[in-house]
Each structure stands twice: as C-alpha cells, then as structure tokens.
C-alpha cells in the first residue's frame, strides 16, 4: 500500500510541473529596474518580435518534456517570433524578476509598453500582469502557438 501512495504522490507531483523553493511574492515587470545582461536581450529582442519565454530546468521531466513542443515552435516561427528558454538554476535573478515558483513557466511577451512587459494571454488579451497570462506546467503547443498568433496579430495591428 505505501508504495502505491508514493507512486501516486510521484505522478501528482510530475503532472502538477516541478516547483522551485523562491518565491517572489511581488510580480515584478517595469523594464528599467533590473539591469541584468538577460534582461537588455530580451528587450533587444522585443524590439524586433514578440518572445515566448520558457523558465525550467535540465532536471525537471515535464521542463524537458516541454523543450520539444518549443524546439518545433521555435523552428515553425522564425523571423516571426522568438523562442527563450531560461534555466533556473543559472539565471535565478532573471526567475526572481519574472517570479517564477514553479517550472516549467511560460509567457509570451508581445511588447513593451510605458517600460513595463506588455504580455499576451491565451484569449488575445494582452496585460502587464504576467500572473493572469502565464502558462505553469507542460503546456499543448497548440494553445502555445494560439498565443504567439495573437501577439504577432497585436504587433501588427499596434505599430505605427
């Protein structure tokens, strides 16, 4: 019996995503304020086209699992969009500014806006607060792609 309970607390455990002991309790996303070299290439890079920002880790199954569905996003949108995927465990000042809590966490960023993140949620609304549009744990690449769309259509549509 006890081994069964643990198989399912595993499986509960690898469906739920991998979680990560910082917890940044202030969603954090004016662009001038952090003065990281991740940070200045991303907004580079914002400059040019929306980015689906991906934080895990190599030692999270669903993280890795995750790193497929984005190498074919990554392939199918380029010149179009830009596909970032930032691990944890070596860019944990770049996790604390996002406030990542657990992995894997995405985000498609469609813009900068009065310095701040513009992000874009599943249903092609766009907010500067990332809590209400992130993707937390494996995540269909359908729904993924849906996103980018969205914000490729935003930036379009709001570019003088």
């Not at 469906?15 to 940044?24: M, Q, Y």
């Not at 309790?25 to 004016?30: A, M």
């Not at 766009?126 to 490729?152: E, P």
Request: aromatic fraction near 8%.
């Amino acid at each position: 019996m006890y081994g069964f309970v643990l198989i399912v607390m595993l499986l509960a455990f690898m469906a739920a995503g991998c979680t990560t002991p910082e917890v940044n309790q202030q969603q954090e996303t004016i662009v001038q304020e952090s003065n990281t070299k991740d940070i200045e290439q991303l907004n580079t890079i914002l400059e040019e086209e929306p980015v689906l920002i991906k934080f895990g880790s190599p030692t999270c199954a669903p993280c890795r699992d995750q790193d497929i569905i984005l190498d074919s996003i990554a392939d199918d949108y380029e010149g179009k969009a830009s596909v970032i995927m930032v691990n944890i465990n070596e860019e944990r000042d770049a996790a604390s500014f996002f406030g990542v809590y657990s992995i894997p966490d995405m985000s498609v960023i469609a813009g900068i806006k009065d310095d701040r993140y513009l992000f874009m949620g599943p249903d092609g609304n766009v907010s500067f607060d990332r809590r209400s549009t992130r993707y937390v744990g494996l995540t269909d690449g359908n729904i993924l792609r849906q996103t980018l769309d969205n914000a490729i259509a935003y930036r379009q549509n709001n570019t003088s």
